[in-house]
């Protein structure tokens, strides 16, 4: 059975997420469609790439990536197909395929030319266009049927952080906040380790508070599991499972979790200095 995954920054309250659905259902009701997230804030492409980036790769090769953020259609923009990773992925040319692929050269790249002459009516991007298209890659269809190959799209750079040498210091920022509150941040855990080895101790250092250990896991910062209940609330910075730095509290929520604790936001520096 073919998979066709829905991101996209619409939110559950109107009709567009069922739009999608009832129009993949109409043209073929043997595909599996699975929601990665709905919740994108509005137009939000760093967001989306560090969701669609951790999500993706657990899919089975071959599935089709519908990424219907900051996609409202207008003539002048393409809407491309990017062939990467064994899969397929739909976006506008916004830039975000750049971001989510940063580090994997695509396979190929395509111009969807689908409904885009020029008496062509497009009302609605995602099922106008990107649906259609998903659904006949599903049916096994070829990429150079609804689309040409092109070489460049839009281009954005992934804000990565630096190593100030003279300060001995890492500059990082958070780059996404999660639905537990947790802060994540640029700063991998490679390019972490790679500075560290030359220096004894660290200190992470965010707003007014610091910090000077990372854990491996939310679960390592309880030693005492008799006593786990008193460990609840606690603050600290993990390497998450996507190996990124991540500031967060132990059973911390929206309502109390390091983003209102902390009072950190995206775009704001987290900084990790050697001595």
Do not use: C
Not at 28 to 44: F, K
Not at 224 to 242: C, K, L, M, P, V
């Amino acid at each position: 059975m073919s998979i066709i995954t829905l991101t996209s920054d619409f939110g559950r309250l109107d009709y567009r997420v069922s739009a999608m659905k009832g129009k993949i259902l109409s043209l073929n009701l043997e595909v599996n469609s699975v929601d990665i997230s709905h919740d994108i804030q509005a137009y939000n492409l760093i967001q989306t790439s560090y969701i669609v980036r951790n999500a993706y790769r657990y899919f089975p090769k071959g599935t089709i990536h519908i990424l219907a953020v900051d996609s409202f259609f207008h003539k002048s923009r393409k809407n491309i197909l990017y062939k990467a990773d064994g899969s397929y992925f739909l976006a506008a040319d916004n830039g975000l395929l750049s971001l989510i692929f940063f580090d994997i050269k695509p396979e190929a790249i395509y111009e969807i030319t689908l409904n885009n002459r020029f008496d062509d009516v497009v009302n609605f991007t995602s099922t106008d266009v990107f649906v259609p298209v998903a659904v006949h890659l599903a049916n096994g269809g070829l990429p150079e049927v609804i689309g040409r190959k092109i070489e460049t799209t839009k281009q954005l750079l992934f804000p990565k952080p630096v190593y100030n040498e003279p300060e001995k210091m890492i500059i990082g920022e958070v780059m996404y906040i999660d639905n537990f509150g947790n802060i994540i941040s640029n700063i991998s855990q490679e390019f972490f380790e790679t500075l560290a080895k030359g220096f004894e101790k660290f200190t992470i250092k965010f707003r007014n508070l610091s910090l000077s250990k990372i854990y491996s896991s939310h679960t390592e910062v309880v030693s005492d599991w008799d006593r786990e209940t008193e460990y609840h609330g606690q603050s600290a910075a993990i390497f998450n499972d996507s190996q990124q730095l991540e500031l967060t509290i132990y059973k911390g929520s929206k309502k109390n979790g390091a983003k209102t604790l902390f009072g950190l936001n995206v775009g704001e520096n987290i900084y990790i200095e050697f001595f």
